[in-house]
């Protein structure tokens, strides 16, 4: 069982998401504390689209949940959702927009059942529109929001984000929406139906990229390591590897170039400018270049760090979760699986003095507690045997 006391402990949330952008949605409610039911379809032999349930990704994304097996597509599967429903807060889907008006968990059916009800609906494109009953994919959103044309080395041709950030923002920006909506029940007593989308995260998330275009009209291209506007910024070789240096404003650079023993650069007229700096930037980057390939990455990194200068190593995901930094925030948490032993997930990147998150339950077994939720419903042994027996779970 999660602790009690926890923020969201007093929720309910029902989860009828696949994939990834939904799960993520979920995965933020069930760590602080919601008592989620994860709503799966009984199992058919094959695989889901959420990978291999014993998988590293399917593990990740559904811990802190029970599992409970419905067939929505009968009747019985949709008296049995709706009971759930009347009792519930939250119901979370990322169906197709016109899936859940087929299974009935549309916003205008659940509300007569519960006007507290909360509705998180997650689509590729929004609930309507051109596109609006279009399969969404990360990817898909990547392109379409932009995000590919700003990403990679110029003249390489569109590169897609090394994560499925389109996904991963769309699911965030769920669990926000959750929260305002569950912060606005509050006041007005009444739920609401809360959308997002891939696309919408995406655009969202080109934040400066996109105010440039919108307020000055210009179409930022890709830049590769290098940053848009605060040069120098990018990667450099040492002799052992390769290392990131950021430098902001024209303090910065003074202090990084007599640090480097560059001291020639502050006043020389190519770089003595902002503006200067990103035009010139290839000279200005092999020049440092030449230095940083003259020492180690960590006598370069600790230096520049002392004179407050930001450095960094480049890591793989090895290093990353072998930094004493990434350890000492606990990046990694430790999950019991009843059937594959111990073994680590991602921690929440969030920390609350009083009441932190938890990761402690592992991800159930398709339909480990069918029969007991069931059971708190009020139906008998020989009902729930029935279901089982017809397929309804």
Same mark, same amino acid.
């Given at each position: ?32 504390? /919601? &008592? =989620? ?5 009984? @199992? #058919?032999? !094959?695989?889901? %689209? $959420? ?36 009792? /519930? &807060? =939250? ?5 197709? @927009? #016109?899936? !859940?008006?087929? %299974? $009935? ?289």
């Amino acid at each position: 069982m999660l602790p009690p006391g926890m923020p969201l402990s007093r929720f309910k949330v029902l989860d009828l998401t696949r994939v990834r952008a939904g799960p993520t949605c979920v995965r933020q409610l069930a760590d602080w504390g /919601a &008592d =989620v039911i994860k709503i799966e379809a009984p @199992p #058919d032999g !094959k695989e889901g %689209l $959420g990978g291999a349930r014993d998988g590293f990704d399917f593990q990740n994304l559904h811990r802190n949940k029970r599992s409970l097996t419905l067939n929505l597509k009968t009747e019985e599967g949709r008296e049995i959702f709706y009971k759930l429903v009347a009792d /519930a &807060d =939250v119901v979370v889907e990322n169906y197709r @927009p #016109d899936v !859940k008006n087929r %299974l $009935g968990a549309d916003y205008e059916t659940l509300s007569k059942i519960n006007e507290r009800i909360i509705l998180v609906s997650i689509s590729g494109f929004g609930q309507d529109g051109p596109y609006g009953n279009r399969a969404g994919f990360d990817q898909i959103a990547q392109g379409m929001g932009g995000l590919m044309s700003i990403t990679g080395a110029p003249d390489q041709g569109p590169m897609r984000v090394g994560i499925p950030v389109a996904d991963l923002c769309a699911g965030m920006f769920a669990a926000q929406g959750t929260m305002l909506a569950l912060l606005e029940r509050e006041a007005s007593g009444k739920g609401q139906w809360v959308r997002t989308s891939l696309l919408e995260a995406m655009v969202q998330m080109l934040d400066f990229q996109a105010a440039r275009y919108l307020k000055d009209g210009e179409v930022p291209g890709q830049a590769g390591n290098d940053h848009p506007t605060n040069i120098p910024t990018g990667v450099f070789q040492t002799t052992d590897g390769h290392i990131n240096i950021a430098v902001a404003g024209g303090v910065m650079y003074e202090r990084f170039c007599r640090a480097m023993g560059l001291d020639d650069l502050i006043e020389d007229d190519r770089f003595a400018t902002g503006e200067g700096r990103s035009k010139n930037r290839v000279e200005m980057n092999a020049l440092i270049s030449e230095v940083t390939k003259t020492n180690t990455s960590e006598h370069w990194i600790t230096m520049l760090n002392k004179a407050g200068c930001p450095s960094g190593p480049i890591n793989s995901m090895d290093g990353v979760f072998d930094d004493p930094q990434v350890k000492h925030l606990e990046m990694a948490v430790s999950v019991d699986h009843p059937r594959m032993g111990k073994f680590n997930v991602v921690n929440q990147a969030i920390k609350m003095s009083r009441t932190p998150s938890s990761v402690c339950l592992a991800t159930p077994e398709q339909g480990e507690h069918t029969d007991s939720v069931l059971t708190d419903l009020g139906y008998d042994h020989e009902t729930i045997a029935s279901f089982h027996e017809s397929g309804v779970v």
